[in-house]
């Protein structure tokens, strides 16, 4: 049975470890550079449809995960550590990566100029729903017993992909209230919580491998044959 309680920690959970991980402020000077020269009508149709792309990715990995992990025979535990290992590698890339420079926004904007839309590539994968946004939607599998709480995880990404939106839809005025040095700021910030959120998926699998019914008999038997 499914309490009212577990229901919205699901939901705060999926939005506490995926909009760090998102960081639609950190991203909002590179969609501006990726979209420049379009018309304002124009940008926002290519937000919207990025968005619709990042739900949908993230809602089938999520859906599908389950298929993926009996075919390539991954357990819950092993996928916790995996993810984390992803996500605190992010979150570590973060804290030490040098600020954004213009040679960045100058090849953002030469790869925008040769595609007719990026809504898609490069702005809902990878900068949306990249490798770590869909380990991190892996890793809610494990938390998943019922459908009800997948629900509650989809609302979550939704709630995800609609702050997304709002953020990068104003994300002119943000750059320019908040300037380069805030920018930078707010990523390490970021990447801080991101860090602390994959050291918590590899603390979780190393529980579960350790308190594993199967390892534990398997121990107990060796030592009893002793």
Known sequence: ???????????????IALLP????????????AITEGDTHAR?????????????????SFLIGGTFIMGFFGISIPGLRIAGGLLV??????????APRGAIEDEK?????????DISFSPLAMPMLSGPGSIAVTLGFISLANHWIDYV????????????????????GKI??????????ALTKIMGFLLLCVGIQFVVNGVLGVATDPDLIRAIRDAALAH
């Not at 991980?21 to 501006?32: C, K, V």
């Not at 995880?153 to 702050?163: K, N, Q, S, T, Y």
């Open 1 to 15: 049975m499914v309490t009212v309680s577990h229901f919205w920690q699901l939901i705060l959970g999926t939005v």
């Open 21 to 32: 991980l998102i960081n639609p402020l950190a991203a909002a000077p590179t969609f501006l």
């Open 43 to 59: 940008r926002l149709q290519q937000l919207r449809m990025a968005c619709v792309y990042m739900v949908i990715i993230l809602v």
């Open 88 to 97: 605190a590698g992010i979150g570590s890339g973060m804290l030490v990566a």
């Open 108 to 116: 953002a904007r030469a790869a925008a100029r040769a595609k007719r």
């Open 152 to 171: 509650a995880i989809i609302l979550g990404i939704l709630i995800v992909a609609a702050v997304t939106y709002a953020t990068l839809r104003l994300s």
């Open 175 to 184: 750059v320019t209230v908040i300037g380069v040095n805030g920018m930078n």
